[in-house]
């Protein structure tokens, strides 16, 4: 019987006071009963705007209908027909702007919650049944994959499901990529994408870590060594600054580095080897996820105050809604409207506060956005101890200083054409290192076309 309830059945979380102060996972996920009542509100639309609206064309209708049914495992199996990462597409992706943004329940109501329901799948799955993939028979072509984040993971997933022999090659010492290194735990649990990396490697997929491409190999190397084409997957991960006063003061970081310590060297154990400071007032300079997540890695780690200063207003900021309802429910402060302009430091060279003035908005500039202006005489002083900088991120140069014929636009992005092919011919790529810093599904998205246009590429190159 439809379910035509005009909101959707709330996902349970942890209180906020309590999960505030704890790494551990903030929702918890549909029970079974919860997801079927959920996947009752969906109308089975005959022409579905929904899968239009999803970087990777899950089949959504078909998918909640099994919900509906109680037969999970089959749900899964629709899914994971277009998408290999549910478990993690379920819990980052931003539904809100894609699938459930086209959903015609949403224009009287509530969408249906698609991403609540892709994740109680792929959850259901790995704890009832987590049967690992089998290699198909090999095609002896040998694929290298560089980056072993969303993009790579998906290519990967992809050839091998095809015969290639493929080695995903990872900088860090542990695969996953940003969503080890990036996504705090409380948003994405680190079993989950272990997971995903062992079924990789059921697939058949080499996955070789500490392997920085453009040091311990270049990419012509990988030529030599026999692979027949490359997809770089490798992310963006330079971190930008303002280049204000008291940028180099002890305390001062960007949102990258707080993070990989904070989440992939665990920083908040007691015997971490790369402890992060304990700050009493941290200020985050950004309005995006990422500002989001140091924000509330930061009141984890046991700050006091912890501050959000985005130069707009909060209409325009570009985190998820999700994001910053469950960071005020957490206790940290938006200062919206403000702009850092210093950062001081006291006699030891250590910061003790933020000069900010204060903003409004003005005409819209390229982004779309209102312009932030500067109101004159508005200067006031933030009384902080640390400055995490999330202002954004653009690709490593490392690759393309080692490659030649690998040409990037004035952002170091690499310039791709309709297929993901580079200007170098087999090398082809995908993700944030094509686009700039942009979500994990759009990366996912991206790798799985990079893996058809690489087939194509070499069947017709035999």
């Known amino acids: 019987m439809a379910n035509m309830s005009l909101k959707k059945v709330p996902m349970p979380e942890q209180d906020p006071k309590v999960r505030a102060r704890n790494f551990k996972e903030v ?32 089949r959504i209708p078909e998918f909640i209908k099994k919900v509906q049914e109680g037969d999970f495992k089959a749900a899964y199996e629709i899914i994971t027909s277009t998408n290999a990462l549910p478990a993690l597409s379920g819990r980052v992706c931003p539904q809100e ?36 993939p089998k290699p198909v028979p090999s095609n002896g072509i040998k694929v290298a994959v560089v980056g072993s ?53 059921a697939q058949g997929v080499e996955v070789m870590t500490n392997m920085v491409i453009g040091r311990v190999l270049t990419i012509d190397e990988l030529f030599e060594m026999g692979y027949k084409a490359v997809f770089v997957g490798s992310g963006a991960g330079l971190p930008m600054f303002m280049n204000i006063p008291g940028e180099s ?29 304990r700050s009493k007032a941290v200020a985050v300079v950004g309005g995006g996820n990422v500002a989001m997540d140091a924000a509330r890695c930061a009141m984890r780690l046991g700050a006091e105050k912890v501050y959000i200063v985005y130069r707009r207003g909060e209409a325009e900021m570009p985190a998820r809604l999700e994001e910053q309802h469950h960071a005020k429910e957490e ?19 250590r910061v ?34 640390t400055v995490i900088m999330s202002l954004g991120t653009s690709p490593n140069p490392l690759i393309r200083s080692t490659t030649p014929g690998l040409d990037t636009n ?29 979500t994990v599904i759009l990366a996912m998205g991206a790798g799985k076309k990079g893996a058809a246009s690489i087939d194509k590429f070499l069947q017709e190159n035999k």
């Open 27 to 58: 929702t918890l996920g549909y029970t079974a009963e919860q997801a079927v009542e959920e996947a009752g509100r969906c109308l089975s639309c005959k022409n579905p705007k929904c899968v239009e609206g999803c970087p990777v064309n899950v």
């Open 97 to 132: 702007t894609q699938c459930e943004a086209r959903c015609v329940r949403g224009i009287k109501g509530e969408p249906v919650a698609i991403g609540r329901l892709e994740r109680f799948v792929a959850d259901w799955y790995r704890e009832n049944v987590n049967e690992m």
């Open 149 to 201: 984040g969303p993009a790579g993971m998906t290519c990967a997933s992809d050839l091998a499901g095809k015969g290639y022999q493929v080695s995903m090659f990872e900088a860090l010492h542990t695969a996953g990529g940003v969503l080890v290194y990036g996504i705090p735990e409380f948003r994405l649990p680190k079993t989950i994408v272990a997971n995903e990396i062992t079924k990789l490697q």
């Open 249 to 277: 003061l002890k305390g001062v970081m960007s949102a990258n580095e707080y993070l990989t310590r904070t989440n992939l060297m665990k920083a908040y154990t007691e015997e971490a080897d790369t402890p992060v400071i």
């Open 331 to 349: 206790g940290i402060e938006f200062k919206t409207l403000c702009n850092p302009v210093e950062i001081v430091g006291d006699e030891t060279g």
């Open 352 to 385: 003790c506060g933020m000069k900010c003035i204060r903003m409004e908005l003005g005409e819209p500039d390229a982004s779309g956005r209102r312009r932030p202006i500067a109101v004159p005489d508005s200067e006031f002083m933030l009384d902080v101890d």
């Open 410 to 438: 004035r952002k170091g992005c690499l310039i791709v054409d309709e297929n993901e092919m580079t200007t170098r011919q087999g090398v082809f790529a995908g993700g944030d290192a094509v686009t700039g810093a942009a």
